[in-house]
């Protein structure tokens, strides 16, 4: 197993950036493919990025293309979300995900999840 703790949410102006961390012990990050997903209140959580193990493929939810940015570092165990050019839209309690089988892009498909973190955006 591994586990998943992020860093790096808070209260931002629209327009802002904050940079969320994902750290992991347990097990080696590289064994995994990663996913950053959002839950607003009243909301479904949502997929927001995806990379693979490898870093060499990245997916974005359309909502956050060219503003949002995923990388992992495997030699530090951690994934990344670079969050630029924030909206309000945006404000939810973000987590980082694990998924070592397969994935075909369902959120279910994840199999280990951290705590999450707020992220609030202010208009």
């Known amino acids: 197993q591994v586990q998943l703790v992020e860093s790096g949410g808070g209260l931002v102006q629209a327009g802002g950036s904050l940079r969320l961390s994902c750290a992991a012990s347990?097990?080696?990050?590289?064994?995994?493919?990663m996913g950053w997903l959002r839950q607003a209140p009243g909301k479904e959580r949502e997929l927001v990025a995806h990379?693979?193990?490898?870093?060499?493929?990245?997916h974005y939810a359309d909502a956050v293309k060219g503003r949002f940015t995923i990388s992992r570092d495997n030699a530090k165990n951690t994934v990344y979300l670079q969050m630029d050019s924030l909206k309000p839209e945006d404000t939810a309690v973000y987590y980082c995900?694990?998924?070592?089988?397969?994935?075909?892009?369902?959120?279910?498909?994840?199999?280990?999840w951290g705590q999450g973190t707020q992220v609030t955006v202010s208009s």
């Open positions: 995900a694990a998924v070592g089988g397969y994935y075909s892009g369902r959120v279910s498909e994840y199999e280990f």
């Open positions: 347990g097990r080696t990050l590289s064994s995994y493919a």
């Open positions: 990379i693979t193990w490898s870093g060499g493929s990245t």
